[in-house]
């Protein structure tokens, strides 16, 4: 059966540069009506089955703005990263040696109270693999750039010290086709 699923980034959060985010509970800015637009207009009527959106603000905006007439469904499995004790802070304030150290391994150490890249690629994987086994054809899933980056590593077999090598702007959609056999393919509609 093909199934055709929406990976779409949310738009921009307000929230200064340089400040370390991850599943800190932000709102957008004043843009994002713009920014919903060019999205709506890139998914051209892409009508989904079901929507599946993080629990965070600036996904849940998103999802009820192109599809009102939806109900939403939220996941926790597909929030960003948690990046503990950094969260809010500016990374030029956080010790060098420190996110060295962490962006050194980031698979398998974790900021200060915070979540391991490899557990979040765990958590997303559940996540996709129950959408693989949906028997709904055109799912829509409004998520953040760390979702969106296990994806790629799972259906393009993108190691992850290359993963943050793609530049995934703030309402990026992409698309991933499967086609039966576990064949699929994975389309950047907009970057």
Sequence with gaps: MKKEILLIRHT????EKGICYGQLDLDVTANFEQEASEIAQSINGFNPDVIFSSPLQRCRKLANHLFPNHSIDIDERIIEMNFGQWEGQKWEGIERFTIEQWS??????????GEKF??????????FEFLENSNKKYLAVVTHSGVIRSALHKYLAIPPNNI??????YGCI???????????QVEFIKG
């Design 12 to 15: 921009t959060p307000e929230v």
């Design 104 to 113: 050194n391994n980031f698979l398998n150490q974790s900021p200060p109270n």
């Design 118 to 127: 490899s557990e979040l690629l765990a958590r997303t994987n559940n996540f």
């Design 164 to 169: 943050f090598n793609l530049d995934l702007h």
């Design 174 to 184: 992409i698309k991933i086709t499967f086609k039966g056999n576990n064949y699929y």
